[in-house]
């Protein structure tokens, strides 16, 4: 259940606030809209309620706000917009990914994807998904922790009927099991059809609060549909007629040849169109919306839609959908869940229609529809089929129309023991995350064969050391290639989490957790030992092959030079990590790699040896004395080159650089915490 009370936004500057003091109820089992407009602070509504966005006011899910819920992906499933994921990432992997981020056992994505039909995509990356399939990816994200509330923005937003069709049995389903639905609409008949109770919000302010039986009775409007190749003289005769007679009526130009007739019936303006030789092509009911203009904004400005006079005509009071509250329509049947399934074709009739599109079923007698609500769905979660069982002939006209009602989806099982938390769970999703796309793998490749390559070209050029010969790093490079492709990818383990949010889904910023920070941190440095042996490696076989077994030696320090080069390659990747989790950007990852030694060592260096009254002359040799004493098995000599290493100009550097961007990242981890 989700209550929400007194939400309001921060004005801005001279502006009104977008929401000001909107509260209502969205109970346990049943579907609720959110109706309004574009511009009408529904999406502001749904971030103040999930603490996105800084307002007053505050939201109980299930008598607790969002920030006292230990875990709120298993409370709340949210989906806000397109599936947010690396492009590359295949189907699969990104639910798996997620699945390990929510501690959840993996064969959950399995059971998701084939709740919502996207089994035989499985493989396909997220980049290729079309707009229908990339809603449905959304939808097992939401469900993969098995929330007990969703609330979605606009999820039928770009849908076809068919693909929206199948969204509303979904959520129909999850209604059925005790779960809260709340969505936001700007389709009034959509949320009179899917919904049991509309909220409907005007400029930021909540103007009803409705079931869906009294929303469709007093704010939708019944309407007839013309369609003509002479609309615009039709409705200069509609209106002439409507002043003639002085009955309520009014005429909306929809653009095109398509008229809106309000407060008319199909029969008389049928007559009207007869009596002046006027061929129509449409003559329906409807009930479409909540009036003339109600849809300007919508639309996307005023001359979309152009009333052409408000009047009255004469109208046969005969009961019909015009002449009365608007009839509830009956369930939709769930479509195929095959992805790949053309839209089947629709049969037409010439009956007066819903205003969702879709022909009455004339021909079946009252006791054999489905029985359902007013807003057309079964609250028990089941769908009985619709089949007269003495079909009568068709008549003259009408065209008869044979409807069977599918049982709604299937949804995953629930999760009946939710794991304990682990500390292995951020690793999991790290390792899952930096494998599941070849930009590492891609990285690793180049940064090694540049790496040869500027090896063997060291080695022609000459006057290069040997330890530096095998690194790869001439005097004109800042870093070597290898620490610079450890930068790198240690700058994207941030980067890609802001620019392709997947944990952001929930809560709409990266998480700031420690956790999440220490598992990057362990999986980048490994990526990092890896990369720096490698790197040797495939240095020392270039030269091999090239030169000579002369080039390819190992150094008779090579335990204090490998030290270093793991050290530097290892504070590179965490220097990139680090800096693109406080400035979130890849790019700002980077370049903070880069600066350690072009301006964080020279500014060491400059304080260390620069004039000053006293120096530290000795100080190596005094802390030697001091702090390494005669250790058994000789420990003191790894200690020893450990110091070694700190204190050279870029170990040092490098060690404050890494101070100071790991208390910018808690400082700001804080900071965000007690917002």
Sequence with gaps: MIQAFGLTSNPRKELPPAVDDVSFEARAGRITALL?????????VLRLMLELQQGRGITHFRGRPLHRIAHPSREVGVLLGDVPGHPARTVRGHLRMLCAAAGVPVRRADEVLEAVGLVSLREERLGTLSRGMDRRLGLACVLLADPHTLVLDDPA?????????????????HAAQGGTVLFTTS??????????????????RLVADQEAAEFSRTRLRPRVAVRSPHAARLAVLLAKQARTSQLSVEVVREGGNRLSVYGGTCADIGEIAFRHGIVVHQLADEVGDMGPGAGRARAGGPGDRDRVEAGRIPVTREPSL??????????????????????????VADTPSLSFGQPQLPDAEPDELLDASSTGHPRDGSAAAAAPS?????????????????????????????????????????????????????????TLAVSAVIAVVLARIGHTPQPRLLAAW??????????LGAGLLGALAFGDEFRHPALAADRGTVPRRLGLLAAKLLVSSATALVLAV????????????????????VPADWLRLGASWIGLVVGCAWAGVLAAGVFRSTTAGLAAVGAVPLLVVPVVHRLVNGPSVRTAAGLPARLREALLPRWPFGGEHYLEAALKVISQPVGGALTLSLTALLCAYLLTTLRSRFR
Excluded at 157 to 173: F, I, K
Excluded at 331 to 344: G, H, K, M, R, V
Excluded at 534 to 553: F, K
């Design 187 to 204: 389709d009034p008949k959509g949320a009179a059809r899917t919904a049991d109770r509309v909220v409907t919000l005007e400029q930021g």
């Design 157 to 173: 937003g770009g849908l076809s009927t068919r693909e929206g069709a199948w969204l509303h049995c979904m959520l129909r389903a």
């Design 534 to 553: 490698l790197a040797v490696g495939c240095d020392a076989e270039a030269l091999y092959l090239v030169y000579g077994r002369e080039l390819a030696q």
């Design 36 to 44: 309004g407009a574009s511009g009408a602070g529904k999406t502001t």
């Design 322 to 347: 015009s002449s009365g509250a608007p009839t509830a329509p009956t369930a939709e049947p769930c479509p195929p869940l095959d992805p790949e399934a053309p839209d089947a074709p629709k049969p």
């Design 474 to 483: 001439p005097q004109e490079l800042p870093l070597p290639p290898a620490a």
């Design 390 to 446: 003495q079909p009568r002939p068709p008549g003259p006209v009408r065209a008869r129309t044979v409807r069977t009602l599918d049982a709604l989806p299937p949804l995953p099982p629930p999760i009946s023991v939710r794991p304990a938390p682990s500390p292995l769970r951020p690793l999991r999703y790290e390792i899952r995350r930096a494998a599941g796309i070849g930009t590492g793998f891609l990285t690793g490749a180049v």
